[in-house]
């Protein structure tokens, strides 16, 4: 008699899945295979629309104890909605992550092709961010990592932090005399916060000139330069800047194959082409 169902080779192929993930699904009660006296497996149509859903629920990364309930109808269309809109909240944050995440390597491939000018320039749109400030006590103007996180402790236990954690603030004009710069330290947030408090710092959401540079210690006249530069890229590009904020970020992550005595680092400062009209 002709076979009319698929083996688990074939399901393993078709989802290019493992025999371990399958029996796992099995072992949890998500799927029933039919199973012959020679313990081999047998999966219908209705086994395999079982498997796309969960293939597809957990590519949107819903547990599959969350899933188990749902196919048990033990979840309601209401809380079915609800756990999507969670689940999308995730995936976006995740796609803007990645996103960041392209931006930077492209600016990176740049700035390391041509390191005589050491300096990559972009201009694009950033969603609104905040930053929560930290009033280092003198004389700690470069306090200790456990400083850091005494001051931070607060937003850190309650996970209200980003990862790109310390960056810096001040003034545009700033880069034209860094030895005398006035700059505030401040941390990343992340997840809700009170936006009324004297300590956030609001960047709202629009299109920004980042600018990614190598900068060696003692490099003050570059900054000089730097600061020359950008007016410059702004004029020839047609647009200019809003407001006197820098927005200054350390990319470690980034200088893993420079000297020591090197860093690479972004600035970013709010634009809008000349003419037109901000966000």
């Not at 399958?22 to 949890?28: G, V, W």
């Not at 710092?201 to 540079?213: E, K, N, R």
Request: charge should be negative; aromatic fraction near 10%.
């Amino acid at each position: 008699m002709k076979r009319t169902k698929l083996i688990k080779s074939e399901v393993i192929k078709i989802f290019n899945t493992t025999k371990e993930t399958l029996r796992h699904y099995e072992n949890l009660g998500l799927i029933e295979p039919q199973v012959d006296a020679q313990n081999y497996r047998y999966y219908d149509f209705k086994e395999i629309r079982k498997l796309r859903q969960i293939f597809y629920l957990r590519e949107m990364e819903i547990p599959l104890g969350q899933i188990k309930a749902l196919e048990s109808g033990d979840v309601s269309p209401e809380d079915f909605t609800s756990l999507l809109s969670e689940h999308h909240t995730i995936l976006k944050e995740k796609l803007d992550r990645q996103l960041r995440l392209l931006r930077e390597t492209e600016q990176l491939i740049y700035l390391l092709k041509d390191r005589s000018f050491m300096r990559s320039y972009s201009i694009g749109h950033f969603d609104e961010r905040s930053y929560y400030l930290i009033d280092v006590p003198e004389p700690d103007a470069v306090p200790s990592m456990k400083k850091y996180y005494d001051l931070c402790s607060s937003l850190i236990e309650k996970g209200m932090y980003s990862e790109r954690t310390f960056i810096l603030i001040y003034p545009f004009d700033n880069l034209a005399d860094p030895v005398q710069m006035d700059s505030r330290q401040g941390m990343e947030m992340s997840g809700p916060h009170n936006r009324d408090s004297d300590n956030i710092l609001q960047f709202p959401a629009g299109d920004y000139l980042s600018v990614f540079y190598i900068y060696r210690d003692g490099g003050q006249l570059e900054l000089r330069e730097l600061h020359r530069d950008i007016e410059t890229y702004l004029e020839e590009n047609q647009f200019e800047r809003i407001g006197d904020t820098v927005l200054e970020i350390e990319h470690p992550e980034l200088s893993i194959i420079l000297d020591e005595s090197m860093n690479i680092y972004e600035l970013q400062v709010k634009v809008r082409r000349k003419g037109g009209k901000d966000e």
